[in-house]
Every structure is written in structure tokens, then in C-alpha cells.
């Protein structure tokens, strides 16, 4: 039984190890590959300032879909609107301290031209998280707080 525990713990270990990031390295290889293809929004709450609840807004991202180029690139469509934008989107990250453990915590920072107008839209999402068929992420404005989670096509 000791010699299972041993295993255990040292099989643990290692796949830790060689899944996770350094903090110095920057944000995880893995990421910045998995967030490429194209993507539509699964479901996307609200939460209003001052309020306990979360309100289900996805149908407001119905048709939405965005590809993630590896140039960096991005393309945001609007089925239902007809719209799309262009743009770049980037990746970073900062490793944060809770007592005596911490957490590599990434981002997404967009920035996008709308081709019919050309207004420029910006973007952040924050405590991002890609695997190979998900997104989730979150997104604090003066009005509230967004949650995402999208799904790759």
C-alpha cells in the first residue's frame, strides 16, 4: 500500500509538472494554440452592480462567431446582423500570490475594425481559460460582470 501511495503521489507530480507553466515563461504554449479555429458563444451571464444574480443574456450572441487566426489575427462574424470585424488579439498573463500559493491567471486582449463602418471595438477577457473545445472567461465593466463560455465549431 505505501509503495501505491509513493506511485501515486510521484505519477501526480509529474503530470503536474509537465502540464503546467513556469511563471516566467509567460503565458502557456498550449493556450495560444488551443484558442485557434473558430468559436460561437455558448452561454454568456450578466450580473448588474449591486445585485446577487446572474441573468442569462446568450440570446444576445446568438450568431455570433469569432476565429482566432495563429497570426494573431481574428475575425468576428454577426450571422444574423450581417456585421464583421476584423482584428488582432493577444494573449498575456500575471502570476498571482494568495498567501503562500499563487496562480498564473491569463488574458485575452482584443482589439477590431467593423469592416462596414470602421469603428474600433476593444476587447479584454480575464481569468481565461482554453482547452481544446472550450473558452471560458470573465469581463468586469462599469456596469457589471460578464462570464463567457464558448465552444469550438
Known sequence: ???FTITTLLISFLMITLISCEKDE?????TEKQIQG???FEKVTFQK????????????????SIEFLDDNSFTQTNSILGQNSKGNWNISGDYMHYGESGQYIEKLECSSIETSNGELNDFEWNNLNVT???ITC???????????TLVKL
Open 26 to 30: 509567460g503565458i502557456c504554449p498550449s
Open 132 to 134: 481544446k473545445k472550450k
Open 49 to 64: 452592480n449591486l445585485t446577487l444574480s446572474f441573468d442569462n443574456i446568450t440570446d444576445d450572441y446568438k450568431g455570433i
Open 1 to 3: 500500500m505505501k509503495n
Open 138 to 148: 470573465s469581463n468586469q465593466t462599469d456596469g457589471g460582470y460578464y462570464r463567457y
Open 38 to 40: 473558430q468559436w460561437e
